[in-house]
Structures are given as C-alpha cells and as structure tokens.
C-alpha cells in the first residue's frame, strides 16, 4: 500500500500540467459523505495512516510529523482543516504524500476511491456565494458528475493558504 505513485505509474512522474482543453486525472477521495478530487500531478505517493509524532504548539489541523525515507513531512487532517465532522481512524484510512514543490505534506482521508480522468467540458463552475463562517470556496476548483457521483474538486495549494504553508513548512524543519 505504501507504493510511490511514481514507481506504479511512470507516466505520472513529470509536474507539467497538460495542454488547456485535454482531460486531466484526479485522484478521488473521501471526507465523510463527501468526495473530493485532487490533481493527480500532486500525488507523490499514498500509504497507510501511522500515528506520527505530535509537535507541541501546532495546529489542531496538523497530526505531526514522519520520517519518510529521510525528509521530515508534515501530517494535516483534512477533516479538521475543513470543519468536517471528527471521525474515528480505521484501516481504510489513509495518508496522501503531496508534492508542493519544495515542500512535501500528508493529507490524512478516510479512503482513496480512484483516479478518474475528466475532460474540461465535464467540470462545472463553482457556485457562485460568499464564504460563510467556517465555510471557504476558493479552494474548490470546480464539481464534475461521475456517474452517479458527485466529486468537488479542490486545489491543495489555494485550501492550505500561505499562512497555513507557513506553518506547514516551520513544523517541517
């Protein structure tokens, strides 16, 4: 389950986003009830939630830290970097290894479901509403039906904001 992504799938390996208007693939997971996609480009490798080590005086959002394979990465949930609902870690529990450029974090979901491949014209436009309390749209890219499906797509830079990066990358040195 630990495998790198870029050893199952060579193909993944190059961080060029594709020509406007060619399809693009997304990795899509579960927070809860909801399905959330990420660009696949992002997508280092996914592995089995391990407890990390805890960092004092961080963000409730940030788990800790692990070692992988020498670099020292940061662990979010994003059940509570969203507001989601708590909810308990089982074996379908995961963490996403995202490359940020120079800065690599964990995303701790509660299941992968798979990669799915859209064509622009099936990725709808965002709602347009003011962000509510707790509730932040500008990291929704836009919302694509697949099949039965209804899968919100979100950009991890635009949800994980300079000052929260900021604090990603102090917990990762």
Do not use: W
Request: net charge negative; with cysteine.
């Amino acid at each position: 389950m630990n495998q790198p992504l870029a050893e199952a799938s060579p193909e993944i390996t190059s961080r060029n986003a594709p020509p406007a208007g060619r399809a693009r693939e997304y990795l899509s997971f579960r927070l809860g009830a909801e399905e959330y996609g990420i660009d696949i480009l992002r997508v280092q490798e996914i592995r089995s939630y391990e407890q990390p080590t805890r960092l004092a005086h961080s963000p409730d959002f940030i788990k800790g830290v692990i070692d992988l394979r020498g670099r020292i990465v940061p662990i979010l949930d994003l059940r509570m970097k969203l507001h989601c609902p708590e909810a308990s870690y089982t074996d379908f529990t995961v963490v996403i290894i995202l490359d940020l450029g120079s800065l690599l974090v964990g995303a701790v979901v509660d299941a992968v479901a798979d990669v799915v491949t859209l064509a622009p014209e099936l990725i709808k436009p965002v709602p347009q509403f003011e962000p509510h309390g707790n509730l932040d749209p500008a990291f929704v890219t836009g919302i694509a039906s697949v099949g039965e499906r209804m899968l919100i797509l979100m950009d991890i830079e635009a949800l994980l904001c300079s000052a929260d990066i900021g604090l990603v990358k102090a917990a990762a040195t």
